[in-house]
């Protein structure tokens, strides 16, 4: 079981900044996918970016982003503390929703498709402004 809490939501205007967080529960996996995606109202939840981890010899870390906010947003893992971020740049009214991290485990690649993912986070808000 992986346990994840988000934080970091609120309200921005457009062309604003917000960083938000998602604190994992101590994992024992070596290797680890964990992604942000977003829910807006009336639409089904999307995957915004991954990160795929593995630990040890051969360490991987690479990341995919979803179109619609590559270049803008950044997604990195600190994993000493077992924490995702999403640092959220040159925000427009569209990021607007529910954004959720998420955990798939003993996985070979970053992944921004739902299906995949075992453990999800609460969800924490996003609204911005025009």
């Known amino acids: 079981q992986v346990q994840l809490v988000e934080s970091g939501g609120g309200s921005v205007q457009a062309g604003g900044s917000l960083r938000l967080s998602c604190a994992a529960s101590?994992?024992?996996?070596?290797?680890?996918?964990m992604a942000w995606f977003r829910q807006a109202p009336g639409k089904e939840r999307e995957g915004l970016a991954s990160?795929?981890?593995?630990?040890?010899?051969?360490?991987?870390?690479?990341?995919r982003y979803a179109d619609s906010v590559k270049g803008r947003f950044t997604v990195s893992k600190d994993n000493a503390k077992n924490t995702l971020s999403l640092q959220m740049n040159s925000l427009k009214p569209e990021d607007t929703g529910i954004y959720y991290c998420?955990?798939?485990?003993?996985?070979?690649?970053?992944?921004?498709?739902?299906?995949?993912?075992?453990?999800w986070g609460q969800g924490t808000q996003v609204t911005v402004s025009s």
């Open positions: 998420a955990v798939r485990v003993n996985c070979l690649s970053a992944s921004l498709s739902r299906y995949v993912y075992a453990y």
């Open positions: 101590r994992s024992p996996y070596s290797t680890l996918c």
């Open positions: 990160i795929f981890t593995r630990d040890g010899v051969g360490a991987v870390n690479n990341t």
